[in-house]
């Protein structure tokens, strides 16, 4: 599978926020906003650049995918979706993006960023109702535990980053037990739930075309 392999740090320079895609660092003095809180290339400092209409509108979806570490097809393949359901498609959108099993690892604390909540699915750390799950794109529903596996619960990363979990806190839709390495979805995450700052009305206007 095709995925991003270079700095993440020049992603979040180029969306000129935080992505959070390096865990623990992103909340650090050497996080890259921090330090140059411009576009990475030798023209990142110019100014009286403004973006407006498509530029506007593909940067917010650039930032998105980048957020949630999905490529365009897969990307698009979810729009696709929500806009066939019933309600709001750019809600619809980030709902099912939140929905994902890699995410739901993440917002639990059992990986200090969503790349490496991925890697742990991938690899098989990762349990749903006490089964073995490795695909990230897994949708997680309601009453669903999702737990580290017996023996992966030593881990120093995976028990770091509980302990960094617990003391940001986990999303409402989700509750966690960090004494036994589980989390419980008590219900479907909601918009408001949703924290990361997101214009998805952008990212329907881009692909309504």
């Not at 979040?12 to 623990?24: Q, V």
């Not at 980053?161 to 589980?182: C, H, I, M, Q």
Request: a positive charge.
């Amino acid at each position: 599978m095709a995925r991003y392999t270079g700095s993440v740090c020049r992603l979040c320079r180029r969306e000129r926020m935080k992505l959070f895609l390096k865990g623990d660092r992103c909340f650090k003095e050497k996080c890259a906003i921090e330090r140059r809180a411009y576009p990475p290339g030798q023209h990142g400092q110019r100014r009286g650049r403004r973006t407006l209409g498509y530029g506007l509108q593909l940067r917010e979806k650039q930032r998105v995918k980048r957020i949630y570490g999905v490529l365009e097809r897969q990307f698009r393949n979810y729009f696709k979706k929500a806009d066939r359901k019933k309600g709001i498609t750019g809600e619809n959108l980030l709902i099912a993006l939140e929905s994902r099993l890699d995410n739901a690892v993440y917002s639990l604390g059992f990986g200090a960023s969503r790349s490496q909540a991925r890697q742990l699915v991938r690899h098989g750390h990762i349990h749903v109702n006490g089964q073995k799950v490795t695909i990230p794109s897994f949708e997680v529903s309601v009453n669903q535990v999702v737990s580290v596996k017996e023996s992966s619960r030593k881990n120093d990363f995976i028990r770091a980053s509980v302990e960094t979990a617990r003391g940001r806190g986990v999303p409402e839709w989700l509750e966690l037990d960090a004494e036994n390495f589980t989390g419980k979805v008590v219900s479907m995450p909601v918009r408001d739930q949703i924290k990361i700052p997101i214009q998805e009305q952008l990212i329907v206007e881009l692909y309504s075309r």
